[in-house]
């Protein structure tokens, strides 16, 4: 793996295991950032919607997508800067994170991953 690469971008395995449901608020139509077309609102849950692929197995977010302009085998949010506040929320290096990596069978990260980009915001 390049070490000028954010591991998250070699990974994407938080796409692929969470259910991602946030406020209808998010949504471009009611004034956020989130494209109403790759989500859906949740029945009999109020105010909820979730993002497409995230309802079912295997979980897949819609909007994870290859980004090969950054390299072979990188993977990412395709809506990162409309991201919902549960991605935007979700801790790099996190128990959730390394938890996911080992059930995909990854590799942890090393020490030196994690602090070199646990001090960066963006993936």
């Given amino acids: 793996m390049s070490s000028d690469i954010h591991p998250c971008l070699h990974c994407g395995v938080c796409c692929q295991n ?3 449901e946030f406020s209808i608020y998010e ?7 989130v494209p109403d077309e790759l989500a859906h609102e949740v029945p009999n849950k109020g105010n909820r919607a979730r993002m497409n692929g995230t309802d ?6 819609v909007a994870l997508t290859e ?8 993977v990412g949010c395709g809506i990162y ?12 290096a996190s128990y959730g ?5 080992a059930k995909f069978g990854l590799p942890q990260l090393t020490e030196e991953e994690v602090e070199r ?3 960066t915001t963006e993936a």
């Fill in 97 to 101: 994170c390394h938890d996911t990596r």
């Fill in 56 to 61: 079912k197995f295997p979980v897949r977010c």
């Fill in 67 to 74: 980004l090969p302009h950054l390299g072979e085998g990188c």
């Fill in 27 to 33: 949504l471009q139509s009611m004034g956020g950032t």
């Fill in 81 to 92: 800067e409309q991201r919902s506040r549960p991605c935007r929320e979700f801790p790099f």
């Fill in 117 to 119: 980009w646990s001090a």
């Fill in 18 to 20: 969470y259910r991602v």
